[in-house]
């Protein structure tokens, strides 16, 4: 079976509100191009920041400007008037743990997808907010704090899936880049994912943005299954046409890798199915 679990039903744009995008109509037209790539298991996972529950764990400037709609209408649209599992895409915020930890368990979530998008206050992957602008020469440093914070998300306990692992490289050659054996970076993150055992995405939509690789790297996807994580697999699309997208890509790493299952969630609870 074939699952994509971090689906947004919404870009990411200002204006993209609950009221034009949370429909069944909308809901169906993911699910109708999941059918024809054969996809049995669709979840969604909307971006915790654009909720204005969010502010009550972190008030970063992002957050403020887009932190509009009710994250428990959308939960009750999900399970009401879908047939999706419900999920939600959760920041780290370090130091936020705690608060993030309450909105978490207040919800009834299928599967918390967990993400690093910020290192401190800066973004890596949203060029309002760059991180490199402010570290733009020292790429090396950069991916330490990077992978650094990736094992503390792991090790936090708050996610069951950690979503696209090396998300840091997704402006490929259009930003400076630490030379060698990327394992050295990879390696600070480990003792969290081991301990915690979350599992890893495998997503697609590295493919889609200049660094033109699936998240995470083969060395690093390896890693993480020597040291017994299963594999989550996700698309990320913000709108139909990518649901499922480059899954011929991640199949063929996954077979070459030894990989026949994927992670299943119901309520947080995990298990595994053959992807037959
Ligand atoms: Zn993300
Ligand atoms: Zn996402």
Redesign the pocket.
Known sequence: MLTDY?L?LRPDDAGSDAERYFTVANAERYRTVAEERGIAELGC?E?VYRFVQALDVWRHPLWRESAVDDIDDYAGFVREQTDLKLGI?ADFVAGREDRMQALLAARDWDYVVGSVHFVGEHAVDHDGYEVWDHRSQRPDALWKRYFETLGEAARSGLFDIL?HPDLIKIWGPRRPLPGGDLRRFYDLAMDGIAESQIAIELSTAGLRKPVGELYPAPAFLQMCLDAGCPVALSS?AHVPGDVGRDYEAALELLERLGVGDLAVFERRERRLEAIG
Do not use: K
């Open positions: 971090h947004h996972a971006h895409e979503a990320d």
